[in-house]
């Protein structure tokens, strides 16, 4: 079966950082796109950055462009979004999703085959 599984958050004041991971088991990441995305009580998810297979394609939010970024070790089966400059808006449970892709990606959740848990972050002094 495949499997995602969200890592890195928590809580982190406002202006600070963190760095998200997507991990990977039972299946290889690397023919795959991935997203990441964002939702809280009472909003619609929101797609918040995606990387295309091999890396070479990447797309963000405009509310997260300039801050977040996202990348990819497929050797470690795993993708990563580092984010900086964090707004108490950011807080959010945030997923990774697997798509399977030729290369682009796409921050629409609708066309993800593939979810984790998903996992807190929260910004707040």
């Known amino acids: 079966q495949v499997q995602l599984v969200e890592s890195g958050g928590g809580l982190v004041q406002p202006g600070g950082s963190l760095t998200l991971s997507c991990a990977a088991s039972?299946?290889?990441?690397?023919?795959?796109?991935i997203g990441w995305f964002r939702q809280v009580p009472g909003k619609d998810r929101e797609g918040v950055s995606c990387v295309g297979r091999g890396g070479v394609y990447s797309h963000y939010a405009d509310s997260v462009k300039g801050r977040f970024i996202i990348s990819r070790d497929d050797t470690k089966n795993t993708v990563y979004l580092q984010m900086t400059a964090l707004k108490p808006e950011d807080a959010a449970n945030y997923s990774c999703?697997?798509?399977?892709?030729?290369?682009?990606?796409?921050?629409?959740?609708?066309?993800?085959?593939?979810w984790g848990p998903g996992i807190q972050v929260t910004v707040s002094s």
């Open positions: 039972r299946f290889s990441l690397d023919s795959y796109a």
């Open positions: 999703a697997a798509l399977s892709s030729q290369g682009l990606c796409t921050i629409h959740a609708r066309y993800y085959d593939y």
